[in-house]
């Protein structure tokens, strides 16, 4: 199997676990706003602060390191899942000895509770982490989305039943740990795998090298990415930080399943490509153009129909959770710059210059919403936004002295996607304008109705515009359409 179907056919399989995913959680989503309050969804996502960043030590960055490496054999995965199991009891022990003095931070000694169960899964993770990454550096990404939706399933059955039986925030918790022992169990069949014991720490060190970097970017990228509730949660309470995250995590929904399915698939490519600078330009750019056609439409929408789309799918009390949300959607093209961009640093061992970027912009996003904060979330949401705009213009930087490239091959890049969704944009506001009264009033039928109309003009579009950045892709589709024979 060449590179290029390789990492169409790796692409098709990451898209299809990140879509069902999205898409699943998404509906869990809508069912959960009405089984939970906000407060509840906060103060989930304010222990989530910490475990989340917990984990990024706990893999240490040595399964990046090995998915990367040229050669990787059992005595490897052995020593990856020994360190990786010594780190998670270190934590488990740090955050039960602190669960008390976390209670009384934010004045409700349920957070300590909850803080203690979550973090049990941190002796699960080696045996979900290891056979991942197995199967991740084998690009097995088949075996994967299947791991991942059918864990999916088992952790929205858990999750839904526990909050219509009257569990609060128990019922997220709780089925993150067992679905995650469900996922260790599928993986390792996949894989094959069993664990095994190995205090090489000569090798351990080589790994250590790399994932050190890799973890320590993790950890500030995530530490950037989690200052908005941090913040919040100190000053607007629980309900804040669940209207926020409620914005936050739909703006990143088509982000994360367009972008994040091609971030896999483009790393690995990149990390075989790296001594082959034409090549490796050629996927960087390609990747944007394609990620910008396929995800800018999603958050034209959102600009449009912020308020009765949150409506509608949420209800009325996350109506709040409108402006930040058009908000954060401005800063769609910069996300998926800046995450591909990460990809390349990546793949080439640039991950120290990434680490200096990264570590700028916490400082830069903490005085951003800082100052915004006297505005509530949208003020906020705008201070993140316009520190991403620094933090998208110093990574693309980086990449493009990685790959020798220029400032005009990043304009070229999104082009295609520009023009589609000027076009979008206009039929939008043409069709907000020619919209009778009673489709306006009632919010599911006007945003049905407003999503009908985009997405059939943007299709139509994408299809048969001249494009000539576009002119393979399009084939493809029209011939999966049945709208153009194959060729002989």
């Known amino acids: 199997m060449s590179l290029g179907h390789s990492i169409r056919h790796g692409a098709k399989w990451v898209f299809i676990g990140n879509t069902g995913s999205q898409v699943v959680n998404f509906a869990l989503g809508l069912i959960l706003a009405r089984l939970l309050v ?40 052995d020593l990856l899942f020994t360190l990786q199991f010594l780190i998670g009891l270190l934590i488990v022990s740090f955050f039960f000895a602190i669960a008390p003095w976390f209670g009384r931070w934010y004045a409700n000694p349920l957070y300590a509770d909850l803080l203690r169960v979550a973090a049990l899964s941190f002796v699960v993770r080696p045996f979900f982490n290891v056979p991942s990454n197995m199967l991740y550096r084998e690009m097995r ?101 669940g209207l926020y995250n409620k914005a936050e995590s739909l703006a990143a ?32 750019f390609r990747s944007l153009t394609l990620v910008a056609v396929y995800g800018l439409p999603f958050y034209v929408g959102f600009l449009w129909l912020a308020r009765p789309l949150m409506v509608t799918l949420f209800g009325d009390r996350w109506a709040d959770s409108a402006a930040p949300l058009m908000i954060l959607s401005l800063a769609a093209p910069l996300m998926m710059i800046e995450n591909l961009s990460g990809a390349v640093l990546a793949a080439r061992s640039w991950l120290g210059r990434e680490l200096v970027a990264q570590i700028v912009m916490i400082g830069v996003a903490t005085i951003a919403i800082l100052a915004g904060l006297p ?114």
């Open 375 to 488: 505005y509530g979330m949208t003020g906020v949401a705008t201070g993140m936004v316009a520190a991403l705009f620094y933090l998208t213009l110093h990574m693309f930087w980086l990449a493009k002295r990685s790959l020798d490239a220029r400032w005009s091959d990043l304009v070229r890049a999104f082009i295609p996607a520009a023009l589609l969704n000027a076009i979008l944009f206009a039929t939008l506001w043409l069709a907000d304008r020619v919209m009778p009264p009673a489709i306006h009033s009632i919010d599911a039928l006007y945003v049905l109705s407003m999503g009908a109309a985009g997405g059939l003009v943007y299709a139509i579009c994408f299809l048969y515009l001249p494009i000539p950045a576009l002119t393979s892709e399009t084939a493809r589709w029209k011939i999966r359409l049945k709208l153009a024979k194959a060729p002989a």
């Open 38 to 77: 906000p407060a509840e969804f906060g103060m989930v996502a304010t222990v989530q602060i910490f475990t989340s960043l917990a984990g990024f030590v706990a893999g240490g960055g040595m399964g990046q390191a090995i998915v990367r490496a040229k050669d990787a054999g059992k005595r490897d995965y």
């Open 253 to 284: 929904r088509p982000h994360g399943f367009i972008t994040g399915s091609v971030y896999d698939v483009l790393f690995r490519a990149l990390a075989k490509e790296q001594d082959n600078l034409d090549k490796s330009r050629y996927l960087f």
């Open 141 to 241: 990404f088949k075996a994967k989305t299947v791991v991942q939706l059918t864990n999916l399933a088992i952790y929205n059955t858990i999750a839904l039943s526990l909050a219509y039986l009257g569990h609060g925030p128990w019922s997220l918790i709780l089925a993150g740990l067992f679905s995650s022992m469900a996922g260790a169990l599928q993986f390792a069949w996949h894989a094959r795998w069993r664990p095994g014991i190995c205090f090489d720490f000569g090798r351990a060190g080589e790994l250590m090298r790399y994932g050190l970097l890799a973890s320590t970017n993790d950890i500030v990228c995530y530490i950037r990415a989690q200052l908005p509730t941090f913040i919040l949660s100190r000053s607007l309470g629980p309900a804040g930080v």
